[in-house]
């Protein structure tokens, strides 16, 4: 079956230093990946997608990069936080037809 | 500009009673409409899910009804027990790429 791992779980990060939140999918090959950041008590945003090695798309201009080296691997970065970076980012994945979302990382931007 | 819109922002049933939450949208590519489940602190789970085919999908205490010519489709919990209660999200996609999400329900539903 898929698995989903996101870590680390939680991060509480200062303004201005950098972020890697590391996604990876266990269970199948090729799928669709997904960024998604909800703000507290809100939906859902997409940031990014990629429909395979080295191909993302950028869905809201801002200081986050995503990046997939590997098949089953999806990285979001920054360069340096902002306070407005803090919330809860989804990883999820796709294959053949519906999403599947990881555990999420809670990250608190001081 | 919100692809799609959910209603209401949040919902108090009482246990046993029907929670019904609406969506709506605009795009008629829209061919997958899938809701989601999220207790605090966890990723959203895949709960049910419909295609613009049919007008409705009925998978345990959870229904969803969908209406193509008025754009809107719904989720439909019967017998509402303590255990429901959390934030459910509409989505829709085309063709299984980018999904778009309403804005969220919670729901809590008393004992």
């Known amino acids: 079956s898929q698995t989903i791992h996101q870590w680390p779980a939680t991060l509480v990060q200062p303004v201005g230093s950098p972020l890697s939140l590391e996604c990876t999918v266990e269970?199948?090959?090729?799928?669709?990946l997904y960024w998604y950041r909800q703000a507290a008590g809100r939906g859902l945003q997409l940031l990014f997608y990629?429909?395979?090695?080295?191909?993302i798309s950028s869905e809201v201009p801002q200081n986050l990069s995503a990046s997939r080296p590997q098949d089953r691997q999806f990285i979001l970065s920054s360069k340096k936080l902002l306070l407005s970076d803090s919330g809860f980012y989804l990883c999820?994945?796709?294959?053949?037809?519906?999403?599947?979302f990881g555990p999420g990382t809670r990250l608190t931007v001081t | 500009q919100q692809q799609v819109k959910q209603s209401p922002q949040s919902l108090i049933v009482q246990k046993g009673g029907i929670s019904i939450i609406n969506c709506a949208y605009e795009?008629?590519?829209?061919?997958?409409f899938p809701w989601y489940q999220q207790f605090p602190g966890k990723g959203p789970a895949l709960l049910i899910a419909?295609?613009?085919?049919?007008s409705e999908k009925k998978e345990g205490r959870f229904t969803i009804s969908f209406n193509k010519s008025a754009k809107q489709f719904s989720l439909h919990i019967m017998d509402s027990q303590p255990g429901d209660s959390a934030t459910y999200f509409c989505?829709?996609?085309?063709?299984?790429?980018?999904?778009?999400f309403g804005s969220g329900t919670k729901l809590n539903v008393k004992p």
């Open positions: 999820a994945w796709r294959g053949s037809g519906e999403q599947y």
């Open positions: 269970g199948t090959s090729n799928p669709n």
């Open positions: 990629s429909v395979g090695i080295g191909q």
């Open positions: 795009n008629t590519a829209f061919d997958y």
């Open positions: 419909i295609r613009p085919d049919v």
């Open positions: 989505a829709a996609s085309v063709n299984f790429n980018k999904f778009y």
